[in-house]
C-alpha cells in the first residue's frame, strides 16, 4: 500500500479514485485517509451541497462512523413521532391520532434512541473539515470522461489496472488507481461506462418538498408528523436553525403540472410558496406562514438497483449509484455512507496485503442484499403513505391503522440497527447457540462495562472505534477461579501465537496499522478483581481490561452485559469486525475457531 502523499506530491498514481464527493464519496474519503491509504477524490461539482437535499441521521450510522459530536451539536435531536388522521366529526380537518417515541426502546436496543436531522451540505462539512486536517480535500470541478480496467492486470496486488482520463477547468489528465470508487449519484457517470445496468421502476407517485422557517399553530411542528387528510398526505421534520420540511403528495392536475415542470427543470410557477399552498390544505384546520424559504425541490418515486456493485472488484459503485428510493424513510444518505463504511476497511486490509481479494466480493455481497430490503420496504412504505384517505372505512381505522403501524414496526429497519448480514467468510454462524444476545451478522449490541484499573465506566461501543481493526472481545468469566484462570493462560498462549498460526502481523497493539485489538470483559465481581491474575496477552495495556458491573444506585442505567448478551458462566470470544458487525463467536478453549474464521479471508503468506 502507497503511502499518502502529501498536497505537493503527484495525484497521477493512487490506491483508490474516488468519483463523487457527496455522503458516500466523503465517507469513503474520510475513512481510507485515516487509515493511511493514497486516496485521491474528485467531484464535478464546483462546491458542497449548500442547502437541502437529504437531511438525517439514523441510529445505527450515529453509532458507526465516529463524528458524532459536532452532528449533535449542529443538528437537531428527533424523539417523538405524531400521528395525524381526518377528524370524522369535521369533514375536511385533520386531528392527532397519538404520539409514540419516534425509537420505541421495547423494539430494538440503539445506543441512541433518536434521529438527528441536519442538512446534507452540513454533513458534507464536517468530514471536509476532518479531511482537512489529514491534507486531503476534494478536487472540484472535475469531470471524468473515460475509464479502463486492464483486464491483463487485474490480479497483479501491485498494479494499477484502472486508469481513468479527467478533465477540469484548465487540462485533461490521466490517473492510475489500484481502485475505484464511483458515488456519483443516481445519475453515475462510473456505473454507466463501465456498464453496470440498473433494474428501476418509476411510481406515479408525484411530491413536492419544502425547507422553511414557519410561523404555525400546528401542535407538532417540532416532531417528527405523519398527517393523512381527505385531502392528500404529507410529513413534517424538524430541522435545524429553527426550520421544518415538509413532504407533500401532489396530485391530479397539480401532480401533472409539477411533472412537467420538473422534466424542464424551469421551476417558475412551482416554487416553494405554490408546494406550501398544497401542504397547507393537508393541515387545515392548522395554519401555517412562512418566516423565509430555504429550499424546495419537487420529484417522482423511482426506485431500483444496480445488478452489480463491482466491475473485476476493482471498480466499485457506492451510494445512490447503486440503489434509488424514496427519502420518506430517511435512509437515502444513512444508506450511502453505510456502503462506504462497508467497503473502505475491506480495501484497506487488501491494500495492505492482510487479505486476498476475495474479501472484496463481500462488499457487494452484503450492501445489495441490503438494498433489496429497503427497497422492498420503501416499496410499501411510498404507497402507503401515498394512498389517499378515500372513503368512510379508511377514515374509522383499516388504512390509518395500517399506515401507523407500518411506520412504528419499521424502526428497527429503518434505524439500520436491524441489518442484518447472511452467512459469508466474514459472517460465521456456527456458534450462534453461544450468546443469545447477540447475533452473528448484526452489529455488537450496546452495553456499560468497568474499567478494572479506574473504575471508570465505558460503553462497549466505545471500545469499538472504526479504525480498521477487527476487536476480539474476551468475555473471561471469574477470573479469580483457578480453573478460568488456566483456562486463560492457555488462551493466552494461543493469541500469542496467532501471528504464527495466519502469517500476518496483525498482533494485538494500539497502532491504527495493527489488525487486531484484544480486550477482556471479567465476571469477576469489581472489588475482587485484580489486573494482574490475567496473562498478559490479555492485558497488552491498563486499558484493555472490563469488568461486568451492576451499578445499583438510582438513576443509573448499567446493564450486566453477560446476562444481556446470554453469555454463561465459561465465557466466550467474540470477534467483531472492523465496521461494528459481529463476525463469529467462539468458546474460550476453541480459539481454532477463531483461526478457521481469519484464515479463510486472510492472504496466504507466501
Same mark, same amino acid.
Given at each position: ?11 497521477? !498514481? ?27 477524490? *474528485? ?13 438525517? +441521521? ?86 471524468? *470522461? ?109 401532480? *401533472? ?24 390544505? !393537508? ?156 447475533? *452473528? ?67 494485538? /497493539? ?44 438510582? /438513576? ?45 479471508? +486472510?492472504?496466504?503468506?507466501?
Amino acid at each position: 500500500m502507497s503511502l499518502r502523499p502529501n498536497a505537493s506530491e503527484t495525484r497521477n !498514481t493512487v490506491d483508490v479514485l474516488i468519483v463523487g464527493a457527496g455522503p458516500a464519496g466523503l465517507m469513503g474519503a474520510y475513512a481510507l485517509a485515516k487509515a493511511g491509504v493514497c486516496v485521491r477524490i *474528485i467531484e464535478k461539482r464546483a462546491t458542497r451541497v449548500a442547502v437541502g437535499h437529504a437531511d438525517g +441521521l439514523q441510529p445505527r450510522t450515529m453509532e458507526s462512523y465516529g463524528l458524532l459530536d459536532r452532528v449533535m451539536k449542529e443538528g437537531n435531536q428527533l424523539r417523538t413521532a405524531a400521528f395525524y388522521n381526518p377528524n370524522p366529526n369535521k369533514p375536511g380537518e385533520i386531528q392527532l391520532s397519538e404520539r409514540v417515541p419516534f425509537f420505541k426502546p421495547n423494539m430494538l436496543d440503539p445506543r441512541y434512541d433518536f434521529g438527528v436531522t441536519l442538512h446534507q451540505g452540513a454533513i458534507e462539512q464536517i468530514f471536509l473539515d476532518n479531511m482537512q486536517d489529514m491534507d486531503l480535500q476534494v478536487d472540484r470541478s472535475t469531470i471524468p *470522461i473515460a475509464i479502463e480496467v486492464n483486464e491483463n492486470s487485474v490480479s497483479d496486488p501491485d498494479a494499477h489496472p484502472v486508469t481513468i482520463k479527467n478533465v477540469d477547468s484548465s487540462e485533461t489528465e490521466v490517473v492510475h488507481a489500484k481502485y475505484v470508487v464511483g458515488a456519483d449519484g443516481a445519475h453515475s457517470w462510473i456505473r454507466r461506462n463501465v456498464q453496470i445496468p440498473v433494474d428501476e421502476s418509476s411510481t406515479p407517485y408525484v411530491w413536492g418538498v419544502v425547507d422553511l422557517v414557519p410561523e404555525t399553530d400546528f401542535p407538532d411542528f417540532r416532531n417528527w408528523a405523519g398527517i393523512r387528510s381527505d385531502s392528500g398526505s404529507c410529513m413534517i421534520i424538524p430541522r435545524e436553525r429553527d426550520m421544518i420540511r415538509i413532504y407533500v403528495q401532489l396530485e391530479g392536475q397539480n401532480a *401533472i403540472d409539477a411533472t412537467k415542470e420538473a422534466a424542464d427543470g424551469s421551476k417558475v410557477k412551482m416554487g416553494p410558496e405554490w408546494i406550501l399552498d398544497v401542504a397547507r390544505k !393537508t393541515l387545515y384546520p392548522f395554519t401555517i406562514v412562512p418566516k423565509s424559504f430555504e429550499w424546495s425541490s419537487i420529484y417522482t418515486i423511482a426506485q431500483g438497483v444496480a445488478s452489480r456493485y463491482s466491475v473485476r472488484d476493482r471498480v466499485f459503485i457506492a451510494g445512490d449509484a447503486c440503489h434509488t428510493h424514496s427519502p420518506k424513510a430517511g435512509q437515502g444518505m444513512n444508506a450511502s455512507i453505510n456502503d462506504t463504511y462497508n467497503l473502505a476497511w475491506k480495501l484497506v486490509w487488501v491494500l495492505r496485503g492482510w487479505s486476498n481479494r476475495t474479501l472484496l466480493k463481500t462488499y457487494e455481497f452484503e450492501r445489495r442484499q441490503y438494498a433489496l430490503d429497503l427497497i422492498a420496504f420503501d416499496k410499501k412504505l411510498a404507497k402507503l403513505i401515498s394512498e389517499k384517505t378515500h372513503n368512510e372505512s379508511n377514515v374509522n381505522g383499516a388504512m390509518r391503522t395500517a399506515y401507523m403501524s407500518m411506520i412504528q414496526k419499521s424502526t428497527e429497519f429503518s434505524s439500520g440497527i436491524g441489518v442484518h448480514y447472511l452467512p459469508s467468510d466474514i459472517v460465521d454462524i456456527k456458534n450462534q447457540g453461544l450468546a443469545s444476545g447477540i447475533v *452473528i451478522g448484526k452489529r455488537m449490541p450496546p452495553g456499560t462495562v468497568v474499567r478494572l484499573l479506574d473504575f471508570c465506566p465505558i460503553h462497549i461501543h466505545d471500545l469499538l472505534p472504526s479504525d480498521t481493526r477487527f476487536k476480539i472481545l474476551v468475555f473471561a468469566g471469574n477470573a479469580s477461579s483457578s480453573a478460568q484462570r488456566m483456562r486463560l493462560q492457555q488462551l493466552a498462549v494461543k493469541i500469542g501465537n496467532l501471528r504464527s498460526l495466519l502469517g500476518l502481523d496483525i498482533l494485538p /497493539g494500539n497502532s491504527s496499522q495493527s489488525g487486531l485489538d484484544v480486550l477482556t470483559i471479567l465476571s469477576t465481581k469489581l472489588e475482587l478483581a485484580l489486573f494482574k491474575e490475567l496473562p498478559l496477552k490479555l492485558r497488552s495495556h491498563w486499558s484493555k481490561v472490563y469488568v461486568d458491573y451492576i451499578d445499583t444506585n438510582p /438513576g443509573t442505567d448499567h446493564i450486566q452485559v453477560y446476562q444481556n448478551y446470554g453469555i454463561g458462566v465459561d465465557g466466550i470470544l467474540v470477534v467483531v469486525r472492523p465496521d461494528g458487525y459481529v463476525g463469529a463467536i467462539a468458546t474460550i478453549d476453541d480459539f481454532e475457531h477463531i483461526k478457521h474464521y481469519f484464515s479463510s479471508f +486472510l492472504e496466504t503468506p507466501k
